[in-house]
């Protein structure tokens, strides 16, 4: 019997308590029809859906009584086989992402921040009406889904208290209490936790990459081996690097040697023409916004350290102003403000908090 080369709960990287929540309601039949994965991105929620809805749409898994081990799909059956696909290929697997936007939008002008109601009406309520394909039931993933609107959640309600037939909806969230408290009460919280650094380094090591980059790759990355990996490979270090100089010339009281609007245009730039490699669908304007999104996490990353050990109210003041801008600013961009507007703003907050003499 060959095996497929499929992800099973057995496979998932450090999140013990996660899978075994899971596991737990699998084996004793109270798997609800609404989970919510919450974790930061990049700590495996999505494989674990993958997995788990595998699991669930296989008509003869594996159950073992022992409790220390997984269950597991039977990985020949049909289901199994069109589920271990690279894209998951079984008609009764259904994934909601962020994308999906421009695709209904039939404006073409969409700029694909949130998922509206009609593209989790078309990609999720009307198919969990239907029969499933292949008769074991249907299993529904909705990626980022703190971007549904609040009418997508409300329109989502009815199906998430009593799918049509056997059905499994996971939604995928690192904002979890950006979800709407009625959608949350009727889904299982399941926290996937950030892992160590030192975990992640390990593991970047297994991976034969390089020692000092994987480090600081693993001192930057949140607790997310994804995010590592994906720093690694788009050669993201060298302008984290760069941010976290710039703040800390700030925190020393000096203005930065750079113009900082125009080297984070240039640095997303940068960003976006390498995600565009990797997927030619992706939008440009989409992906330059997502890399300004990272660099101002990473500027507020050395802000926050300071944060902590901090004793003078006043410098205490300037450290949150500074953070809250950097998040204003992250805002900005989501609600579509012009960027070097956006950016102008962010710098002259820095400058007035950290260079009192110059603003
Ligand atoms: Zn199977």
């Known amino acids: 019997m060959k095996t497929l080369a499929m992800k099973t709960l057995a496979d998932i990287f450090a999140q013990d308590q996660a899978i075994d929540l899971l596991c737990r309601a699998h084996r004793s039949n109270r798997l609800p029809h609404g989970l919510i994965f919450s974790g930061p991105i990049g700590i495996g929620k999505a494989t674990t859906a993958a997995a788990l809805g595998t699991l669930f749409l296989c008509p003869n898994p594996t159950l073992p009584q022992d409790e220390r081990k997984f269950p597991l799909p039977c990985g020949h059956c049909d289901s199994c086989r069109l589920c271990a696909s690279e894209k998951i290929a079984h008609p009764d697997f259904h994934i909601i992402y962020k994308e ?95 892992l160590p650094a030192e975990t992640i380094q390990q593991e970047l090591l297994r991976r034969h990459i390089d020692p000092s980059l994987a480090a600081e790759a693993a001192q930057w990355a949140e607790g997310s081996l994804g995010t590592a990996l994906q720093w690694i490979e788009a050669d993201l270090l060298t302008p984290a690097r760069q941010v976290r100089q710039f703040i800390d010339q700030y925190l020393a009281g000096r203005s930065p040697d750079a113009d900082l609007p125009g080297w984070f245009k240039k640095a997303a730039e940068h960003y976006a023409e390498h995600q565009l490699k990797r997927d030619k669908l992706a939008s440009k304007d989409q992906a330059t916004r997502e890399a300004l999104n990272l660099y101002l996490r990473l500027a507020a990353q050395p802000l926050r350290q300071q944060l902590r050990t901090e004793s003078n109210p006043a410098r205490l003041e300037r450290l949150c102003q500074a953070i809250d801008a950097l998040a204003r600013t992250a805002d900005d961009l989501d609600a579509n403000v012009n960027i070097s507007l956006a950016f102008q703003y962010l710098v002259s907050t820095l400058q007035r908090q950290f260079l009192p003499s110059t603003g």
């Open 100 to 194: 999906l936007i421009r695709y209904h939008d039939k404006t073409g002008k969409s700029k694909g921040i949130n998922l509206a109601i009609d593209v989790v009406r078309a990609e999720l309520i009307e198919p969990a009406a239907h029969k499933p394909t292949l008769g074991h039931g249907k299993v529904f993933i909705i990626e980022q889904a703190d971007t549904m609107t609040p009418a997508a959640q409300n329109a989502l309600l009815k199906t998430l208290e009593e799918p049509p037939g056997r059905s499994l909806i996971i939604l995928l969230t690192d904002q979890p209490t950006s979800l709407l408290p009625t959608i949350r009460s009727r889904c299982q919280l399941i926290p996937f936790s950030p």
